[in-house]
């Protein structure tokens, strides 16, 4: 049975990010990640509201994250 999660893309490591940037998701702020018994499937996730979501949480740690750092 496949599994999943989504997680911000500048949170994987580098060689994980050349990937989603040579099949165009470089720009992408949360990607999704499928384990299949045979592959691994990197896709947006493919619901807008989960995109939505991701994006406001990312603006919040992102501020957060500003504020912490004095920037």
């Known amino acids: 049975m496949p ?3 989504t997680i911000e893309r500048e949170n994987l490591p ?3 990010q050349g990937w989603l940037r040579a099949v165009g998701l470089g720009e992408e702020e949360v990607v999704e990640i499928i384990f299949t018994e045979g592959e691994v499937l990197l896709r947006r996730p493919l ?9 406001n949480v990312g603006d919040k740690y992102d501020k957060a994250f500003r504020e912490l750092a004095g920037l």
């Open 14 to 16: 580098d060689v994980v």
């Open 47 to 55: 619901s807008p509201q989960l995109r939505a979501w991701a994006k």
């Open 3 to 5: 599994r999943s999660f």
